[in-house]
């Protein structure tokens, strides 16, 4: 029961055309009276696995995401509002356990294969899906900008539909009226001919005896009422008046604080520890070496070493004991590598031009670059990123007869489960992860690492145990977004249009079409060389999409400037037939006055960006005065397909930017003795109030499939930045970030990497 | 140690280290987990509370510096009888909070400026809630919200007058 099994699979499947997509992403059958102990309690009854409805007619929408601060649970349970003709203001939201039976098929899938089409992620073969299949069981994932696109779409929106199917059929059944004549309408069951209106609430357990459809039909988007508007988060009020738990508010019974300390360098053993002093300090509990996990997996897994913990009875002392240890490091291969020889690295790495691996490759770019009149060249190069979300990595753990609950913010809490459970050496049923409000995660929360020490010094002193990370730990142990380098050339014809595209850059992560371009450009040639260093890399705010925007909307800029075109004008061109990126462009140049003449010292920059689904366009504005850079106003037009909740999704733009912005204008972690040099805000800067710049979302219901919001503001920002400042002084800046960069000193058309 | 504490108008008499930070001491002896641990080093503003009304940072506060002076916290924002303060109605009908970790801090901030300037400017604001990050990035509304409370409070003391 509730299993997915190969012929349930088989019959979901044995449909056609867009009804598969719906057989993937519901598990089909009949599944409440097993889930109802796991989220129903008093007065409730579960209806379908995502909806249960209270005696007082409150609807529940049960959303297997996270919230780390995109807004998604309010924008699912819009989306069973919508089908199931609910009333909203009587809604509310609980986020599905981490357990099993709430793993997410379609999220494995499309974290696997994201940035394709749905329809697409179908592999040629059963089998092939079947073995999929089996890898995704333990995922429930937020992350990939999937929630509202794929859970959303494919299983919150078929539940509210199949829900309100059921409540109908129930009320038909026992008014003895014909089903067709029963219609809904705020939460009620409604019969005009014999004049009787019902709560849901009052049919709630003979729908719940059905067995709901995973193929009812959906409501047309011109009939939606609930989806489309922007109405009010639900997890807004609670986190104005200090109301709101995270993780670091979890209390229990009997609990000590704890904080850690990794080696400096990655990967680095434990040669000796010192306590003496530390367990000197009045209130320190215990000094613990915690293993590094052994795992490969790629939640579990972190190769960076061991680490030695202090136990405490407050969080303070845990820091003063910490700061009393004397830990000696074991030596690594690692110890002198820097960010300069990283860099050499990779430079070597691209110039022995062997071992490519390609991504893309259409006509021949070698041949059309070797006979071209003019070649335009340039490399670019990004530093590695830390995430640095507000709230500091922390988790609370309690082992009592043979159970472990760990209170944590996560974005995948199946995944920490079977990591816990592996490091602790508990079967998976023995270990409940109670998922909590993050405080931002931006990809980091995809890595149990910090879990699995908690659960792991639980285990060691045998009481609850909070562990909360110093922000320095934060920042110096972190799963990097990669540093890279990445080399362009192009062949520009002689009427300046571009025949040519040539890439080459290092590691590739995902999603794998990250460098691909949507220009119509005759030949393209993109590839990567691996070259592996000793940092942990780890997905960070649109993932890949973070560098190449930069790259490949830096080039394509540089090419406009070589040919001597309007760079909006140049990249509409080659875009004739992508009408969709095509209005997006138009309507950011249109919003933003591109047309109209700027200042002396001001100038205005433009990106195009497709990833998760959705495109992006980005114009900015700059002013340059004697030096001092001044980000003015961005204008975003943005593409959705369809925006469920419209201020949700601008809200997301204006995160995502911020986010791109800080990283183009600050953020770089360097590394000196194998070891990172950042450490806190003070070093690892991020934007603030006085430089956050007018941003102007503009959003665009194309009515195609629906895209992400999350992430897709980010990879455009840098990119459009530093295009504006070439516009407004003539400097093209070809590595981030701009802090060190001296805008005053240079002189017009110098690139950066040659000074 | 044992030391009197005044905090949302209630004294109380705690047994502490001098030296611990206010940040611990709310969070760990008092319950009072609505102030957050950003940085710890006074570079963030997550942990920002009110002294005499005036902002501070309390993870580099130690509780010995609070003596005979009255705190407040975000849970004491709202009025005496838990009516919200015109700021966080503004955070919600301005959709503020994305994660909402550093709001507590942003919310005592932008509290203290409305009852040192009434009507602040951009550069008032920009001056006032410079210490306080949001990774979310939401300073635009952050500001429009602020902005909002400001005019909503003067145009009440406007009718009361």
Known sequence: ?755 | MQQTVTINEVKQSIDVNPEKPLLWVLREELALTGTKFGCGIAQCGACTVLLDGRPIRSCITPIAATKGRAITTIEGLAGAAGQPHPLQRAWIAHQVPQCGYCQSGQLMSAAALLTQQPSPTDADIDQAMQGNICRCGMYSRIREAIKAAAAEATSDSGADG
Not at chain 1, 474 to 487: E, L, T
């Open chain 1, 1 to 755: 029961m509730g299993k997915w099994t190969r012929r349930a699979f088989l019959s979901a499947a044995a449909l056609t055309g867009g009804g598969i997509v719906v057989g993937l992403a519901m598990r089909p059958g009949r599944r409440v009276d097993g889930l109802t102990p796991l989220v129903a309690g008093e007065g409730e009854t579960l209806v379908h696995a995502f909806i249960k409805i209270s005696t007082d007619n409150t609807i529940t929408a049960i959303v297997p995401h996270g919230e780390m601060g995109q807004g998604a649970q309010t924008a699912l349970a819009q989306m069973v509002a919508e089908e199931m003709d609910a009333d909203w203001s009587r809604i509310v939201v609980q986020e599905a356990p981490a357990h099993g039976e709430y793993a997410f098929y379609s999220i494995g899938r499309g974290f696997q294969f994201q940035g394709l089409n749905f329809p697409d992620l179908l592999v040629p073969t059963i089998d092939g899906v079947m073995m999929r299949l089996a890898d995704s069981m333990n995922l429930q994932i937020t992350g990939g900008s999937m929630s509202v696109r794929v859970t959303g779409r494919y299983s919150m929106q078929v539940a509210g539909a199949a829900t309100r199917d059921l409540l109908r059929r129930a009320a038909a059944d026992a008014w003895h009226v014909p089903l067709q004549e029963v219609v809904t309408e705020n939460s009620h069951l409604l019969h005009a001919g014999t004049s009787r209106r019902a709560p849901y609430a009052e049919f709630a357990g003979a729908a719940a005896r059905q067995t709901p459809s995973y193929t009812p039909t959906l409501k047309q988007p011109a009939d939606y009422r609930v989806m489309g508007r922007s109405m009010p988060r639900l997890d807004i009020p609670p986190k104005v008046d200090g109301t709101a738990r995270f993780a670091l508010d979890i209390r229990r019974p009997g609990m000590v604080y704890a904080t850690v300390m990794r080696a400096p360098v990655f990967g680095a053993p434990v040669a000796r520890v010192d306590d003496t002093a530390a367990l000197a300090i009045d209130g320190v509990i215990a000094v613990i070496r915690v293993p590094a996990a052994q795992s490969k997996d790629r939640v579990g897994g972190f190769s960076a070493g061991e680490s030695v913990a202090v136990v405490a009875d407050s969080y303070w002392t845990a820091t003063r004991g910490l700061r009393a240890l004397k830990v000696e490091w074991g030596m690594t291969p690692n110890d002198s590598v820097s960010s300069h020889s990283i860099f050499d690295q990779f430079d070597q790495a691209l110039a022995a031009e062997t071992d490519v691996i390609s991504d893309h490759v259409t006509g021949d770019a070698k041949r059309a670059l070797a006979a071209a009149d003019s070649v335009i060249s340039a490399d670019y190069r990004v530093p590695y990123l830390a995430h640095t979300c507000m709230e500091p990595l922390n988790a609370t753990a309690e082992i009592t007869d043979g159970q472990c609950s760990v209170w944590v913010g996560c974005q995948n809490p199946l995944g920490f489960r079977r990591a816990i459970a592996a490091a602790i050496d508990f079967e998976e049923h023995n270990v409940t992860v109670h998922n909590q409000l993050m405080g931002g995660a931006f990809g980091r929360k995809s890595r149990a690492d910090w879990a699995v020490q908690t659960a792991l010094i639980a285990k060691a002193i045998g009481r609850p145990v909070q562990l909360i990370w110093g922000r320095e730990e934060d920042v110096r142990q972190d799963f990097y977004r990669p540093a890279s380098v990445s080399q362009f050339q192009a062949a520009l014809a002689e009427d300046g249009e571009v025949v040519a595209w040539m890439n080459r850059y290092t590691n590739k992560f995902e999603p794998p079409e990250a460098p691909l371009i949507p220009y119509a450009i005759q030949h393209q040639d993109i590839g990567h060389v691996e070259s592996a260093t000793h940092v942990p890399g780890g997905a960070w705010r649109s993932v890949d999409h973070s560098q190449h925007g930069f790259y490949t909307e830096s080039f394509i800029d540089e090419l406009a400037v070589a040919a001597n075109h309007d760079p909006y004008e140049y990249r509409a061109r080659l875009l004739e037939d992508k009408p969709r990126h095509l209005a997006v462009l138009k309507t950011a140049a249109e919003r933003a006055d591109w047309q109209k003449p700027l200042a002396v010292g001001w100038g205005r920059g433009i990106s195009l960006q497709e990833c998760f689904g959705t495109i992006v366009a980005q114009v900015v504005e700059v002013s340059i005065d004697d030096g001092a850079l001044s980000v003015e106003r961005i204008v975003a037009a943005v593409d959705i397909g369809f925006a469920v909740s419209p201020d949700g999704t601008v809200a997301q733009i204006e995160s995502a930017i911020a986010y791109g912005l800080t990283a183009a204008l600050y953020g770089e972690i360097t590394l000196e003795n194998g070891a990172v040099v950042q450490s806190n805000f003070h070093d690892y800067q991020a934007l603030r109030m006085a430089e956050m710049p007018n941003v102007e979302t503009h959003i665009i219901n194309s009515g195609h499939s629906m895209g992400g919001a999350g992430e897709v503001g980010t990879p455009g920002v840098a990119p459009a930045l530093v295009n504006a400042i070439y516009d407004a002084i003539g400097v093209r800046i070809r590595k981030l970030p701009l802090k060190d960069i001296n805008l005053r000193s240079l002189v017009e058309g110098k690139s950066l990497l040659d000074s």
